[in-house]
């Protein structure tokens, strides 16, 4: 099915992951901006407990309309939409058409101040 680009209204940036080490050898891991794209966005809000905090996020998907690179999308990915981080939980090309493809998202907690 056909991306509607009228759907694809909101701004996202996708970033993969970077991996390296530290000064003790130790590795990381960081995440580097590869694109922004129009998507179409749904989100739901969610609140769980989590060692004894209440901790609220967002879960949902981000639609963009299919590029090659995204062949290589996985769940290492994060998604940055309006300051908030997410989580790439799962893949889809949507219809297996490589017309669009589906990122199921959660949102990454936020540090406590």
């Given at each position: 099915m056909p991306v509607e680009a009228g759907r694809?209204?909101?701004r996202i940036g996708i970033y993969k992951p970077t991996r390296g080490?530290?000064?003790?050898?130790?590795?990381?891991?960081?995440?580097?901006?590869?694109?922004a794209r129009w998507a179409e966005i749904r989100?739901?809000?969610r609140e769980t407990e989590a060692a004894g905090q209440t901790v609220d996020g967002s879960t949902g998907t981000m639609k963009v309309r299919w590029e090659d690179q995204?062949?290589?999308?996985?769940?290492?990915w994060r998604i940055e939409y309006r300051g908030r981080m997410f989580d790439v939980v799962g893949v889809t090309n949507e219809d297996e058409a490589n017309e669009a493809i589906i990122f199921d998202v959660a949102q990454v907690p936020t540090e406590p101040e």
């Open positions: 694809l209204n909101k080490k530290d000064a003790s050898g130790g590795a990381t891991v960081g995440f580097s901006a590869v694109m989100l739901g809000g995204f062949q290589e999308a996985s769940t290492d």
